[in-house]
């Protein structure tokens, strides 16, 4: 069972920034795809940015520009930089690991993490 854990969420005022950090506990986490996700008050869970093994990052569009995924495989974490925060950012942000197989045969491994709130308002 692999652990991740969120940090950095809180209370930030509009046009601000914060650094969501994820640490998982395994050691094979460069193999993982890891994502970000985020949950807003009655709307369903949504992938914000994802970053796979090779470093390559995908963000959606209503985050582009504004926030970036990264990994420090070394330290077994993954960031989300986010810069000039609306308020539409209000949410639950949540940390997403996924691999497949190690194995031919094998089953694949999907993680989350207990989610941090991030709070945009005056």
């Known amino acids: 069972q692999v652990q991740l854990v969120e940090s950095g969420g809180g209370l930030v005022q509009p046009g601000g920034s914060l650094r969501l950090s994820c640490a998982a506990s395994t050691i094979l986490f460069s193999v993982y795809t890891m994502g970000w996700y985020r949950q807003a008050p009655g709307k369903q869970r949504e992938l914000i940015a994802s970053?796979?093994?090779?470093?390559?990052?995908v963000h959606i569009d209503s985050v582009k520009g504004r926030f970036t995924i990264s990994r420090d495989n070394a330290k077994r974490t993954v960031y989300l930089q986010m810069n000039t925060l609306k308020p539409d950012d209000t949410a639950v942000y949540y940390c997403n690991a996924v691999r497949p197989p190690l194995v031919p045969g094998g089953r694949g491994a999907e993680y989350w993490g207990q989610g941090t709130q991030v709070t945009v308002s005056s």
């Open positions: 970053i796979d093994k090779d470093g390559r990052a």
